[in-house]
Each structure stands twice: as C-alpha cells, then as structure tokens.
C-alpha cells in the first residue's frame, strides 16, 4: 500500500471519481499545504488559510502504479489553470501533488515533462513535499455517494464522473 495526497480543485470532484478506480482502497479528504492548525472548511474556503483541498488516497501498488494514478490525475482536472477549477477560483482549489517519497517527486516531474506536450498551455500543478494532512469535516467524507441529489453533484461531479467512466 502507499498514499498519495492529490489536490485538484474541489475534493468531492477527485474522491468522486477516484473511488472508481481499481486499486483505490480508500480516499480521505482534507486539507494541506497551509499555515492553520487545524483548518475548517469554512476557513479553506475563505481562502487565507494556504491550505489546498486534497484527496489523500491510499492504492494498492500491485493494482495501480503510482505514475498510472497521476495520469488519471492530470485527465480529470486542468493542470494549466493556476487556482482555479471550473468556478471554483482561489488557491484552495490549485492543482498539487504533495509527495511523500522522493520517488513519488522524480516520477511526478517525469509524468509532467511527458504529458506537457499534450497541453496548449504550461502546466502550472505544485509539487510539494507532502505535510500535516488535516482530515475534512465528515459531512465531505464520500460527499458525491451520501448526497447524489444536491445540486453541485447533479450538475458538477455526475457529468465528470460519467465523462470518466465512459473514457475508459
């Protein structure tokens, strides 16, 4: 097993989609990368804290590569928009990889310098030593499944994981 610790915009989007993913075992969310203790959602999203919201995932290597994990990651988000997902602006909602190992930093770079050329724009995604996670309120635990009929998941994260799903 080993964890990673993705940041791409708004986390009920990346856990939504991940949790489809063979070789997921679990994905946590969170916030990291700031300079509070213990940040709340409403204080991320105020958007003082320098806290990103992140997926921390824990995925079995025998199923899933870590470098096979980043390029779902880079399919599901724009790496090229500096704090901003969709309509969701702010640095909360940047794009990151907080690595946890230094062979998580070398193949992030690698998956970065590959994938560049695919992209009309530079990727702008952070890459960063992996600090304190903080975990989220529960209520944003598995927000997509408990909360199907709210409005973001109906018009957000259901035509992003049906674009997923669909691509594979």
């Known amino acids: 097993m080993e964890i990673a610790t993705l940041g791409?915009?708004?986390?009920?989007?990346i856990e939504a989609i991940l949790l489809n993913v063979t070789g997921i075992v679990s994905i946590d969310?969170?916030?990291?990368?700031?300079?509070?203790?213990?940040?709340?959602?409403?204080?991320?999203?105020?958007?003082?804290?320098?806290?990103?919201?992140?997926?921390?995932?824990?995925?079995?290597?025998?199923?899933?590569?870590?470098?096979?994990l980043l390029s779902i990651f880079f399919d599901i988000h724009d790496p090229t928009t500096l704090n901003k997902q969709g309509n969701d602006t702010?640095?909360?909602?940047?794009?990151?990889?907080?690595?946890?190992?230094?062979?998580?930093?070398?193949?992030?770079?690698?998956?970065?310098?590959?994938?560049?050329?695919?992209?009309?724009?530079?990727?702008?995604?952070?890459?960063?030593?992996s600090e304190k996670f903080y975990l989220a309120e529960d209520y944003h635990q598995d927000y997509y499944n408990n909360n199907k009929n709210a409005a973001y998941c109906n018009f957000v994260i259901k035509p992003k994981v049906e674009k997923f799903l669909n691509g594979k």
């Open 29 to 68: 969310v969170g916030y990291t990368g700031g300079n509070i203790e213990n940040p709340t959602y409403k204080m991320v999203c105020e958007g003082n804290t320098g806290h990103a919201e992140v997926a921390q995932i824990t995925f079995d290597t025998e199923k899933i590569s870590y470098e096979k």
């Open 90 to 129: 702010g640095t909360q909602y940047r794009s990151a990889i907080y690595f946890h190992t230094d062979e998580q930093k070398i193949i992030a770079e690698n998956v970065i310098k590959k994938i560049q050329p695919v992209f009309n724009n530079k990727i702008v995604t952070e890459i960063s030593h």
């Open 8 to 13: 791409a915009g708004c986390f009920w989007c």
